[in-house]
């Protein structure tokens, strides 16, 4: 997938085709608050790594933005104070992951109307949020869905 190869058999330990990524299953965009590069604050040694595997497998990354609400054809987004360039950003599955106070009242009404829904990450236990436990549940359960 990086385009690693036996370094005895090329130069660098570099596959000449390069890196070959499988294709990926889904369209995924990634949405952020912050209106800064999405990983920024990654580690130093590893953010790369991640930021290059998202490019590599064709994530949209998208900072600055707005929640606006989610829609039965996606979710709604704006950016910046000023709310600007509204758009329906299309999906059929909408995982958030958002703040670090433990807000349940969305997963309450989901509830009471019978939709399913999952809590993880500081929704589900925000005392001492680890971001790499909370991106962990992330992925864990997007398998899944």
Known sequence: EWGVADPAAHRGGLAPEGPRPEPPRRTVTLLQRKAEKPGRRLGKTTGWIHRAAL??????MLSGVNYERITPEGIEISFGPE??????????TVVLCA????????????????????????????????AKRAIDQGARLAVTL
């Open 83 to 92: 709310r600007r360039e509204p758009r329906l950003v299309a999906a059929d």
């Open 99 to 130: 703040g670090q106070e433990p807000e349940r009242g969305l997963a309450a009404e989901l509830e009471a109307a019978g939709i399913a829904h999952h809590v993880i990450g500081g929704a589900d236990v925000a005392a001492e949020l680890d």
């Open 55 to 60: 490019a590599m497998k064709g994530v949209t």
